[in-house]
């Protein structure tokens, strides 16, 4: 059953137990005091007819014999006049003997006299109707006589009756009215729970923008705010997910590409080296042409090991001395960067920076090797570093190809070239401003890339302190 439904069913339950229950208190009271004032006024006449009769039979002369028809007659004349229609009187003598009766009622209730009690009533029903039966004793000096008066009670019980039917009216009519109000109130109160219900639905759908408007500071407020909060959360993870499924994808295509162009190579020449006659020229030609295939697949085997475990392998952050760092990765770059004569300058302050040795040479020498690839023979590259508030700053320069704007936030792809002919040609695969990532990210450092087309490129890296640092670098060992 809908919140909707429980909500109204149980409301209207609550107001209709609420009013029969207060109805029936209202009516059962005023009932009540309608018989205690009947029941009072019945005793009143019964006491004003046994005062009368007591004061007539206490009248009598000494001498007079007071028989049962004599004490008849006198209850006859009171009863005509202390008339009341609605009773009917009943004397009985000491035997219990009806000496008299104006009417051919009789009830049981002189059965229920007991010699202790002077007198007794009760309510009862006899052939449709209903009476008020009181009954007491007479003592007087001549004889002992008991009275009994029964009144009709129809009118009480009718009254009862027609309240009950007006209840009953007021009730229905009440009942109509707080169904409408509360279907109306029902359908308000419900209604950002629907909203909330369609929102879910349509992001169940794959939109996951949806969003419910946030009104006000109840539950139902606070439930859709949650759900904005984890609406948001979850539209972000699974553009996550969806943005990884897709790198993951071009990062397959891309690495299958990059196997299939020397594979093909090395199978083609070794199957020409099998199977057909080559001149001792030729048959050097492509063992040549196998081996720096191979070689090339060799590199990406390591750039790609490289790139996989470097997240996992243990990370000694080392205080390092920059300038014979960089003399060191001078020395490691010269005989790469002899056979397209280009000049690499290197202007450091004196520094120390907080990182591993190995890791920071191998993002150095991938930074410096891919400016040698976009610089044509000649070129220059340019290496500087300065000590910066909280830690050490380098900025690495080319006069190369550059690379287009809107290109530059994709270079940290895996396999990403901008001009796939030229970086093939220099013997790369794109792994390697991604292996730089990764070594700038375990590094806490910051990096900025700027690029001008047929300019060349700057590539600025910050390095920070351990105590500056917010993430923290780890434990520091000095070198």
């Given at each position: 059953?809908?919140?909707?439904?429980?909500?109204?069913?149980?409301?209207?339950?609550?107001?209709?137990?609420?009013?029969?229950?207060?109805?029936?208190?209202?009516?059962?009271?005023?009932?009540?005091?309608?018989?205690?004032?009947?029941?009072?006024?019945?005793?009143?006449?019964?006491?004003?007819?046994?005062?009368?009769?007591?004061?007539?039979?206490?009248?009598?002369?000494?001498?007079?014999?007071?028989?049962?028809?004599?004490?008849?007659?006198?209850?006859?004349?009171?009863?005509?006049?202390?008339?009341?229609?609605?009773?009917?009187?009943?004397?009985?003598?000491?035997?219990?003997?009806?000496?008299?009766?104006?009417?051919?009622?009789?009830?049981?209730?002189?059965?229920?006299?007991?010699?202790?009690?002077?007198?007794?009533?009760?309510?009862?029903?006899?052939?449709?109707?209903?009476?008020?039966?009181?009954?007491?004793?007479?003592?007087?000096?001549?004889?002992?006589?008991?009275?009994?008066?029964?009144?009709?009670?129809?009118?009480?019980?009718?009254?009862?009756?027609?309240?009950?039917?007006?209840?009953?009216?007021?009730?229905?009519?009440?009942?109509?009215?707080?169904?409408?109000?509360?279907?109306?109130?029902?359908?308000?109160?419900?209604?950002?729970?629907?909203?909330?219900?369609?929102?879910?639905?349509?992001?169940?759908?794959?939109?996951?923008?949806?969003?419910?408007?946030?009104?006000?500071?109840?539950?139902v407020a606070v439930l859709s705010r949650d759900f904005n909060q984890m609406a948001g959360q979850l539209e972000e993870n699974i553009w996550e997910l969806e943005e990884n499924a897709r790198r993951q994808e071009e990062f397959t295509e891309a690495f299958s590409h990059e196997l299939k162009t020397p594979l093909t190579s090395i199978i083609g020449y070794a199957d020409m080296l099998r199977?057909?006659?080559?001149?001792?020229?030729?048959?050097?030609?492509?063992?040549?042409?196998?081996?720096?295939?191979?070689?090339?697949?060799?590199?990406?085997?390591?750039?790609?090991?490289?790139?996989?475990?470097?997240?996992?392998?243990?990370?000694?952050?080392?205080?390092?001395?920059?300038?014979?760092?960089?003399?060191?990765?001078?020395?490691?770059?010269?005989?790469?960067?002899?056979?397209?004569?280009?000049?690499?300058?290197?202007?450091?302050?004196?520094?120390?920076?907080?990182?591993?040795?190995?890791?920071?040479?191998?993002?150095?020498?991938?930074?410096?090797?891919?400016?040698?690839?976009?610089?044509?023979?000649?070129?220059?590259?340019?290496?500087?570093?300065?000590?910066?508030?909280?830690?050490?700053?380098?900025?690495?320069?080319?006069?190369?190809?550059?690379?287009?704007?809107?290109?530059?936030?994709?270079?940290?792809?895996?396999?990403?070239?901008?001009?796939?002919?030229?970086?093939?040609?220099?013997?790369?695969?794109?792994?390697?401003?991604?292996?730089?990532?990764?070594?700038?990210?375990?590094?806490?450092?910051?990096?900025?890339?700027?690029?001008?087309?047929?300019?060349?490129?700057?590539i600025e890296i910050r390095f920070f302190h351990p105590k500056q640092e917010k993430g923290g670098c780890g434990d520091v060992e000095e070198q």
């Amino acid at each position: 059953m809908k919140l909707f439904w429980k909500q109204f069913l149980m409301m209207m339950c609550v107001i209709l137990i609420s009013f029969m229950t207060f109805g029936s208190i209202l009516i059962s009271t005023a009932f009540e005091t309608m018989i205690n004032r009947e029941k009072e006024r019945s005793i009143e006449e019964i006491k004003i007819y046994q005062y009368a009769l007591v004061a007539s039979l206490e009248g009598l002369p000494k001498d007079y014999q007071a028989t049962d028809f004599a004490v008849s007659q006198i209850a006859k004349s009171l009863k005509k006049n202390l008339d009341s229609k609605q009773d009917a009187v009943i004397l009985y003598n000491k035997k219990n003997k009806v000496i008299y009766q104006n009417s051919s009622y009789r009830s049981e209730l002189i059965k229920k006299m007991g010699k202790e009690k002077s007198g007794v009533w009760q309510i009862a029903k006899r052939k449709g109707h209903y009476y008020l039966e009181t009954l007491c004793k007479i003592r007087s000096s001549i004889k002992d006589y008991t009275l009994e008066i029964h009144r009709n009670m129809d009118h009480i019980y009718q009254d009862r009756e027609r309240l009950y039917d007006r209840y009953v009216l007021v009730l229905t009519l009440v009942s109509a009215a707080f169904t409408i109000v509360l279907l109306i109130f029902s359908i308000f109160f419900t209604r950002p729970i629907r909203r909330l219900s369609q929102v879910v639905q349509a992001f169940a759908k794959g939109d996951f923008k949806s969003r419910i408007r946030e009104k006000g500071n109840d539950e139902v407020a606070v439930l859709s705010r949650d759900f904005n909060q984890m609406a948001g959360q979850l539209e972000e993870n699974i553009w996550e997910l969806e943005e990884n499924a897709r790198r993951q994808e071009e990062f397959t295509e891309a690495f299958s590409h990059e196997l299939k162009t020397p594979l093909t190579s090395i199978i083609g020449y070794a199957d020409m080296l099998r199977s057909i006659e080559m001149s001792q020229e030729d048959i050097s030609l492509s063992a040549n042409y196998i081996f720096q295939q191979g070689k090339r697949l060799e590199r990406l085997a390591l750039k790609m090991m490289e790139l996989t475990y470097i997240d996992k392998q243990e990370i000694l952050f080392q205080e390092i001395h920059v300038t014979a760092f960089m003399d060191s990765v001078r020395a490691i770059t010269d005989k790469l960067l002899q056979k397209k004569e280009i000049c690499l300058q290197i202007e450091t302050e004196e520094g120390i920076l907080y990182g591993d040795m190995d890791l920071l040479s191998s993002l150095f020498l991938n930074l410096i090797d891919n400016a040698k690839k976009a610089c044509d023979v000649g070129g220059k590259i340019v290496c500087e570093g300065y000590q910066i508030e909280n830690g050490y700053c380098f900025s690495i320069m080319d006069n190369g190809q550059g690379i287009p704007e809107d290109e530059i936030q994709n270079i940290v792809e895996p396999f990403y070239m901008v001009d796939k002919s030229r970086a093939r040609k220099e013997g790369g695969a794109g792994i390697g401003m991604a292996l730089c990532q990764k070594i700038i990210q375990l590094h806490h450092a910051e990096w900025s890339i700027r690029s001008r087309t047929g300019e060349g490129t700057e590539i600025e890296i910050r390095f920070f302190h351990p105590k500056q640092e917010k993430g923290g670098c780890g434990d520091v060992e000095e070198q």
